[in-house]
């Protein structure tokens, strides 16, 4: 049971902005610890597409951003692309559990 | 460039165990932690844990003490996985993906396929 929480799924129209909340405790992003976030395309591997809590590895498209805020997070897609249909997770560390712990990951639809 | 190259599926029978291996190139071996992460079928992502390749110390996440057991090869560049006495809920996706300074993980393997079943 993961300690970072994330809505099941969002969708839009191509061309709009979603975005996927990452609900934490003080013991992970309240307490200071950077939000990673991945994408993970069916049946690939997760790709590193946040990194910080707002910054883009080389390559990653710009459409791409994030910000955090307490002990949640968020990821914001614009621009939605059929491409960007895909998994998306949070990351942080959990002092608690001395443990790196992921969201639950939210499904990305494109309608 | 970076590549986390790993071993191909495989298919067990309960009690059975399995040796899974995780080949990096592309950058010094010791400076990069490597993990692993589990995913089940449907499901998300789960750390396992760490294997150090400066002092060959694992680190396991709780709920993956005892029956999993990292291991390290520096000359090969490569870490395991080993996993004893495999049960059906043991299936999964291992994926093993590099330490990133920030603590992420910035680089990740293809990932091998673990099903168990008699």
């Known amino acids: 049971q993961s300690v970072m929480t994330q809505p099941p799924s969002v969708s839009g129209a191509p061309g709009q902005r979603v975005t996927i909340s990452c609900t934490g405790s003080s013991s992970n992003l309240g307490a200071g610890y950077d939000v990673h976030w991945y994408q993970q395309l069916p049946g690939t591997a997760p790709k590193l597409l946040i990194y910080?809590?707002?910054n883009r590895p080389s390559g990653v498209a710009d459409r791409f951003s994030a910000s955090m805020s307490g002990t949640s997070a968020s990821l914001a897609i614009s621009g939605l692309q059929a491409e960007d249909e895909a998994e998306y997770y949070c990351q942080s560390y959990d002092s608690s559990l001395t443990a790196y712990v992921f969201g639950t990951g939210t499904k990305v639809t494109v309608l | 460039q970076v590549q986390l190259v790993q071993s191909g599926s495989e298919l067990k029978k309960p009690g059975a165990s399995v040796k899974l291996s995780c080949k990096a190139s592309?950058?010094?071996?010791?400076?990069?932690?490597l993990n692993w992460v589990r995913q089940a079928p449907g499901q998300g992502l789960e750390w396992m844990g760490w294997?150090?390749?400066?002092?060959?110390?694992?680190t396991y996440a709780q709920d993956f003490r005892g029956r999993f057991v990292f291991s390290l090869d520096t000359s090969v560049r490569t870490t395991y996985l080993h996993i004893s006495n495999l049960k059906a809920e043991d299936t999964a996706v291992y994926y093993c993906?590099?330490?990133?300074?920030?603590?992420?993980?910035?680089?990740w393997g293809q990932g091998t396929q673990v099903t168990v079943s008699s």
């Open positions: 993906a590099r330490f990133h300074s920030t603590y992420n993980f910035d680089y």
């Open positions: 294997m150090n390749p400066n002092t060959g110390n694992p």
């Open positions: 910080g809590n707002r």
């Open positions: 592309g950058y010094t071996f010791s400076n990069y932690g």
